[in-house]
């Protein structure tokens, strides 16, 4: 998996970030470091099957240490069973 650079800036001096990805019924495929926001495979996605679909769009939430976050979306699509890019 290529991975995205998703990152915020916080005009609070030393907050820190977490990530949090919702990627609705396709939610238990990805798994996001929380304090990273690297995007990695959390199970076999394998588009042969049929049961997945080439393209995922998660909601990504950028929380900072005050409790204050913002939204955004992240849109996966898939040419192969064992890339996405």
Known sequence: MN???IGVT???AGDTVTYAMD???YDSYFTMDSTTAIVSYAQDYD???GS???EVTCSI???DSAG???NAFYLMSSDDCTRFR
């Open 52 to 54: 997945v679909p080439t």
């Open 68 to 70: 204050f976050n913002g």
């Open 3 to 5: 991975t995205a650079n």
């Open 61 to 63: 939430t950028a929380t």
């Open 10 to 12: 916080d005009p609070d």
């Open 47 to 49: 588009l042969d099957t």
């Open 23 to 25: 990627c609705g019924t």
